[in-house]
């Protein structure tokens, strides 16, 4: 056993912790379908290329039968979306988005703290305009001018809405980062 006291965690490091894992799940079935849609999509594709080439009849016939789907086509570009937007929110989550930290690297303490915060306030002031309001706006439109999805006939405000969702994402993890380095515990996804 350790001697070292674990202090506890506040009920927003733990509802972050919470909100990330769920975010994790998420991802990995959104990337798992992904990977089955667009998989599927090229085998139908070959099917009939097969079929032709295929000696015994009875297979031919049945690869006749599988027709190149253009369903699994536009669900892959919609899942693909998903889990960019989704992926960047968890990045942030992390502290693994894209930065560059060379003035980082060169402060230390109350500098380096001040300019952790003003960094997560630029975030919070992108994700907060940008993707929640602009995000919604746009979800808010297509659902009202009842456009929907070529092939799968989804409103496309469906697709949308996770712009506003990786928005509220990130706006909640930058202000858990914020909390965290004004409270002296750096890095908010540990």
């Not at 303490?109 to 940008?130: D, M, Y």
């Not at 929640?132 to 001018?145: P, R």
Request: glycine share 6%.
């Amino acid at each position: 056993m350790s001697d070292v006291a674990v202090p506890p965690r506040s009920p927003l490091a733990r509802l972050a912790a919470v909100v990330r894992l769920a975010n994790g799940y998420v991802l990995t079935v959104l990337a798992f379908a992904l990977v089955v849609c667009v998989v599927w999509q090229v085998m139908s594709r070959y099917t009939q290329v097969w079929a032709n080439k295929m000696p015994l009849v009875f297979l031919a016939d049945l690869l006749r039968l599988i027709k190149p789907s253009t369903v699994t086509d536009e669900l892959a570009r919609f899942m693909f979306m998903w889990v960019g937007l989704l992926g960047a929110a968890q990045a942030s989550a992390y502290k693994q988005h894209l930065a560059i930290d060379l003035l980082a690297m060169k402060l230390q303490g109350g500098a380096k703290r001040a300019l952790n915060v003003v960094i997560e306030c630029c975030i919070i002031a992108f994700a907060a305009l940008v993707m929640i309001k602009g995000g919604w706006e746009l979800t808010v439109k297509t659902f009202a001018n009842d456009q929907v999805t070529p092939a799968l006939q989804w409103p496309m405000g469906y697709v949308y809405m996770v712009v506003p969702v990786a928005g509220a994402l990130m706006v909640f993890f930058a202000v858990v980062e914020i909390v965290n380095t004004l409270s002296g515990r750096e890095g908010g996804a540990a």
